[in-house]
């Protein structure tokens, strides 16, 4: 019924959409943090504590596997001050 021939894209194109959407996510994550500052994050933002420490977690790791430790370290002092 189907060709792989039809087949519009292909396991490398898939990939590279993925990869495409995941950084817009996590930039734009990372984007709303920055723009409602640290403490507009942890109080305003209506989504559980751990839910917040988790995201905020994945982007760290993101931001670091592109040596990108400024934002790091941004969001690793809204880490800490969670655990105040």
């Known amino acids: ?3 792989e ?8 194109s898939l990939q590279e959409i993925m990869d495409r959407v995941i950084e817009n ?10 723009e409602m500052g640290m ?3 942890l109080d305003e933002v209506p ?3 751990d839910r917040k420490l988790k995201i905020m977690q994945r982007t ?3 931001f670091e ?4 430790f400024e934002k790091c370290a941004f969001l690793l ?3 800490k001050q969670m655990d105040c």
Request: cysteine-free.
């Open 39 to 41: 403490e507009g994050w």
């Open 5 to 12: 021939e039809d087949d519009i894209l292909d396991a490398g």
């Open 60 to 62: 760290i790791q993101w």
């Open 77 to 79: 002092k809204g880490i």
């Open 25 to 34: 996510s996590m930039r734009s994550a990372y984007v709303t943090i920055e």
């Open 1 to 3: 019924m189907f060709d």
């Open 65 to 68: 596997d592109r040596e990108e």
């Open 47 to 49: 989504i559980s504590r």
